[in-house]
């Protein structure tokens, strides 16, 4: 049996960083608390380099850094930041624990042990892309692979415990503060010299401490792990330090949502259908958009252009203070392709670039057009395509029932002369002239009950000049609707 400890490198700072959009590449510092007291208690690298460390005082840290970004820590981050490492830590096995803040504890029992350092070297890679760098510890057990991870560069297996065990600090037992005193008073400075003394006598000297101490200094921990089951609901939401009216800000920490939702989507076999937005805004309005899928899916980086096509397009009236975000899960969809019903072969890259061009031209001018359910001719309407296409692309033609009429895009309009009430002249810009002969009228209307009623009288003209046409009138006027020909 082998357990692995996922660990954050400086969590609560990484946490921070990963979901401030201008954070990653700049000196950063976190403060322990807002009082004139306040010290630095964590740095980035460039921070240090610069000359700041642990202790210092924010204008003594300013001083020596003048570019250096001063926060406090932020427990909504560091709740997601928790949240991607447990996420990350189900894609190794099940059985996971959140051991502490920043600290993620895996079973790996039953694992193919040859497959394990490429699996970890691709959680490693996947946490440090998304701004979260990890190492991660192997061993017998929890607490022995918790002290591995401190060690790991960036992964560390144990395979001797007491050999590992012996040269390590007793700062790793993380001891009260007289306990730490007395190791100091007794030259205890290393797990192996704390083991050197009898486990009974450690605890006389100890009291009812020592045996808990003497037992971590042994490597020994024989307690189960806290499994956390994966979540029913997949949902992430955070307030913003300050309001945001500009784009970038909100699609970095969006990114890092849907980067952290996949992870909990794949974890549970499931992938996301749909998708629900939600801005807050600093006058207590909220936007909210829900987005359906064409299938589903758990890649990132579809989901995230959704999001990117949509928020491209919206104007708020106030700026954004917060944000939050809901995946929809589903099974994913598992079918084999057929020869004989040809299907999109990137549906979602379809509907993505229909999405941009509804940006673009408007959402009411972006479709297919299918025929309403309405005597109305040509009543056609916009309608979502299908993800799959037709059976075959090519119908059958009509039987042929007499000449066919070539319509007129859009129809012409008509001054036409009336005689006993028969159109007997007709002027247009395309055909203007008598009317020979006439047949008609035919008379047709429809959604009478709604404000788009519409009502035509219809005429078969031949005029003088020749040419057999289409005369509609309409409430609006005469119109001459086509050709026959």
């Not at 401030?20 to 630095?40: C, H, N, Q, T, W």
């Not at 708020?316 to 084999?336: M, N």
């Not at 036409?416 to 002027?427: D, F, G, Q």
Request: net charge negative; charged share 25%.
């Amino acid at each position: 049996m082998s357990f692995a400890a996922i660990e954050a490198v400086d969590f609560p700072l990484a946490a921070l960083r990963r979901l401030e959009a201008f954070l990653p590449d700049a000196p950063v510092a976190l403060l322990s608390g807002e009082s004139r007291k306040a010290v630095v208690t964590m740095a980035t690298e460039s921070a240090r380099t610069a000359g700041v460390a642990a202790g210092m005082t924010a204008p003594q840290a300013l001083a020596e850094c003048a570019d250096l970004r001063l926060r406090l820590r932020s427990p909504a981050a560091e709740r997601e930041a928790d949240a991607l490492l447990l996420a990350a830590a189900w894609s190794l096995s099940p059985r996971a624990e959140t051991t502490a803040a920043g600290l993620c504890t895996v079973d790996l029992a039953g694992r193919d042990s040859a497959r394990l350092p490429e699996d970890f070297a691709r959680v490693g890679a996947a946490l440090e892309q998304q701004g979260l760098p990890v190492r991660i510890g192997v061993a017998p057990n929890p607490l022995v692979a918790r002290y591995a991870a401190r060690r790991a560069q960036p992964v560390l297996r144990i395979e001797n415990v007491p050999s590992f065990l012996a040269p390590l600090p007793v700062a790793l037992l993380e001891p009260a503060p007289e306990d730490a005193e007395l190791l100091a008073a007794l030259g205890l400075s290393t797990l192996g010299a704390v083991t050197t003394i009898p486990r009974a006598a450690f605890a006389r000297r100890f009291g009812g401490r020592g045996p808990s101490l003497w037992a971590r200094a042994a490597g020994e921990d024989d307690r189960p792990l806290v499994v956390v089951q994966p979540p029913e609901r997949f949902a992430a939401a955070m307030d913003l330090p300050q309001p945001e009216e500009t784009l970038e800000p909100l699609l970095f920490v969006l990114r890092r949502f849907v980067d952290r939702l996949t992870l909990e989507l794949a974890a549970g076999s499931l992938a996301a259908v749909g998708l629900r937005l939600q801005l807050r805004l600093e006058d207590d309005q909220e936007h909210r958009r829900d987005f359906s899928l064409p299938e589903p899916t758990t890649d990132a980086g579809v989901l995230f252009r959704v999001l990117e096509n949509h928020l491209a397009t919206v104007q708020t009236e106030a700026p954004v203070t917060g944000l939050s975000l809901e995946a929809w899960p589903a099974r994913p969809v598992a079918r084999q392709d057929d020869l004989f019903r040809p299907g999109l072969r990137d549906a979602h890259l379809f509907f993505e670039t229909l999405a941009r061009l509804a940006a673009v031209a408007g959402s009411d001018r972006v479709g297919v057009p299918r025929h309403e359910d309405t005597h109305r001719p040509d009543a056609v309407a916009l309608a979502a395509p299908s993800v799959e296409l037709p059976a075959s692309m090519r119908t059958a033609a009509p039987p042929a029932r007499g000449l066919p009429l070539r319509r007129y895009r859009p129809p012409l309009a008509a001054t036409v002369e009336l005689t006993a009430n028969l159109p007997t002249y007709v002027a247009t810009p395309g055909a203007s002239g008598p009317v020979k002969d006439r047949r008609g009228p035919w008379r047709i209307s429809g959604d009478w009950w709604r404000p788009e009623a519409w009502a035509r009288e219809e005429w078969d003209i031949e005029l003088a000049a020749g040419g057999l046409y289409r005369l509609v009138r309409t409430p609006g006027g005469w119109l001459l609707e086509g050709e026959y020909a």
